[in-house]
């Protein structure tokens, strides 16, 4: 990290978290599809739970 605020500075210090959640995404899609759920009800429960 450096002490510039900028743009990229910040895209390049938040893309460990990003990669994170891309994880966590994948994997609750997953869940989801395999317990039937509708995509309504994914985005809804996403919110909730990950706002």
Not at 3 to 17: E, F, V
Not at 31 to 48: F, N
Request: proline content about 2%.
């Amino acid at each position: 990290m450096n002490d510039k605020l900028d743009a990229k500075t910040g895209i390049t210090d938040t893309l460990p978290t990003v990669f994170g959640y891309i994880g966590i995404g994948l994997a609750f899609g997953i869940v989801s599809k395999t317990a039937g759920l509708k995509a309504w009800e994914v985005l809804l429960m996403s919110l909730i739970a990950y706002g």
